[in-house]
């Protein structure tokens, strides 16, 4: 393989999930009575940073936008994670994968032990020699700091082994994480991200489906 390091983002890579998140919003933002948007376009919220979501999307203020947060994960906490599912073919390719001789990690912006749970919900918890992700005060979020993380999680060495790591993603921050970071990406066109902004990041590589992943790493 081209790579030794595989780092697959979690939303809309791995699981679709946009159904539990979407839910834990609608709760979260209904309890602090805060005017709903449009929850339509998953793209706005399923990828960026939680609390980026609070700030931007739902337009709060700072204190608010935690609250707002914390909310968010009581919900999905008891309700919103039991939503998630694995891409049909997801389970095929890491079983490739773990033939060859790779490392491999989930790399989200989600906080840690949520995206755990997630892959064990997924029954995937034995595919992965690693699950990373943010911390519970909002730190390690973006994939520029998680990058890094994740390469070190699984024994490696980040500023040795740019070269040998690849981020799979479906959204721009992905694809910017791998640039700011200097390693490769590959995006993918079934998740919930837009192509065009993935590219507007640098990304040049894509599959279409979770099946034409394996002859990109090779």
């Not at 209904?30 to 399923?46: E, H, I, K, Q, W």
């Not at 890094?148 to 040795?160: I, K, T």
């Not at 902004?197 to 099946?211: D, L, N, R, Y």
Request: one cysteine or more; proline letters at 4%.
């Amino acid at each position: 393989m081209k790579y030794k390091y595989i780092l697959f983002d979690l939303d809309g890579t791995v699981s679709e999930s946009a159904e539990g998140i979407r839910a834990s919003l609608e709760y979260a933002i209904s309890t602090l009575g805060a005017p709903m948007p449009d929850l339509n376009d998953c793209t706005r919220y399923v990828g960026p940073p939680l609390i980026d979501t609070f700030l931007n999307l739902v337009g709060l203020d700072p204190e608010t936008a935690e609250r707002g947060a914390q909310l968010y994960r009581d919900y999905y906490n008891e309700k919103g994670k039991f939503l998630n599912r694995a891409y049909k073919g997801i389970p095929e390719l890491l079983q490739k994968l773990r033939e060859e001789d790779v490392r491999m990690c989930i790399c989200s912006s989600k906080y840690e032990p949520f995206a755990e749970e997630i892959i064990d919900i997924l029954g995937l918890d034995g595919d992965f020699d690693a699950v990373c992700g943010s911390n519970i005060d909002g730190s390690r979020k973006d994939k520029k700091d998680l990058i890094p993380y994740a390469v070190a999680c699984l024994g490696g060495d980040f500023e040795r082994d740019r070269e040998k790591t690849v981020m799979l993603g479906d959204t721009w921050y992905d694809a910017k994480g791998a640039r700011l970071c200097g390693v490769d990406f590959i995006g993918v066109r079934y998740g919930y991200g837009d192509i065009g902004a993935m590219e507007e990041q640098g990304a040049a590589v894509f599959a279409g489906t979770p099946g034409e992943i394996f002859g990109l790493l090779k």
